[in-house]
């Protein structure tokens, strides 16, 4: 239906966006070590699962790029919970570490909430504790979770103010769509969010002057659902035979947006940049300085 159209969406390059911002917070991270403090990032992976193999593969290079040191810790999928609630524990109370992510999902045999849960929160740079999810919610400075924050900066970037513009987030998981739609709601956007029980999804969306798409399906937003010049955020990451591919039908919601970001290149290297912005942050607020420049909402 929409085939026949020019692609006139201006492309949001996440990618670009995402290797300013580490730039910067290299720079920030250089002033930090000439007063003798170097951020330090540990990232816990228990288990293999695929989607979180694809977020640590870059990251650990990424964190030594900005010139922080990158801590990781492999577990077997079979691991107690107890022997990785001692591990968080000595990641607390450890000084050289700022930024503690705990990989998601975690093995069926684990509960996540006990987890994040024991995580100090001023350590947490995934901004999943239950205190950093209050603080966010209330209007409180928080550690903000990574993807949500990176979806804000390049809408922001895009569209200047989001007040009053009706945002639609696809998806209401804790990590992805809560959060987004706390940061599109304190930045004054009307905000929906729709999951498997939405009713009339597709209508919903054509109202829609901003859509983030958080669902994990291959091309399940369809062209024809876009508002003609609307902002499209996609955030699905689902790796098919034609490789790896948003929740968004790219080719046919390109020829009826305004701008629209791209899978791969889009939403993804702008979490593992707003990983390193929290740990920055961290850093900052563990050691009594001000809060970097522009890497917090
Ligand atoms: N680019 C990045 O940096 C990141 C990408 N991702 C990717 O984003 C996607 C979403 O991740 P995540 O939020 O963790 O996924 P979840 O599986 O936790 O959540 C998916 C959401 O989509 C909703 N949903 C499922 N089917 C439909 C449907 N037919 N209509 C409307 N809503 C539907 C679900 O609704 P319900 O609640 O009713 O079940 C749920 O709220 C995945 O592809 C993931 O890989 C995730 C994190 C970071
Ligand atoms: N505690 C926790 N926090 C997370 O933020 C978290 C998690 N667990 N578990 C898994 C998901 C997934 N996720 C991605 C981040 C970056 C890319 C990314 O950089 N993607 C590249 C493509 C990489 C490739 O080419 O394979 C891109 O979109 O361009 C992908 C996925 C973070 N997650």
Redesign the pocket.
Known sequence: MTASLPITAKLID??AFAAALRARIATQASGMAAQGITPGLAVVLVGE?P??Q??V???GRMTREVGMNSYEHRLPADTPQADLLALIDRLNADPAVNGI?????LPSHMDEFSV?NAIDPAKDV?G?HILNVGRLATGQKAMV???PLGCLMLLRDHLGSLSGKNALVIGRSN?VGKPMAQLLLRDSATVTVAHSRTANLPDLCRQADIVVAAVGRAHFVRGDWIKPGATVIDVG?N?TDDG?V?DVDFDAAARVAGAIT???????????AC?LANTLTATARANGLPDPDGLTP
């Not at 992510?101 to 999902?105: D, G, K, M």
């Not at 791209?262 to 593992?272: A, E, F, N």
């Open positions: 996440g990618k699962d989607a979180s694809v977020y593969r870059s990251k992510l705990v990989q998601l999902p994040i995934d999943f979770p990574c993807t990590i990451i790796r790896l948003g791209p899978v791969p290149g889009g939403v993804g290297p702008m979490t593992i990983l």
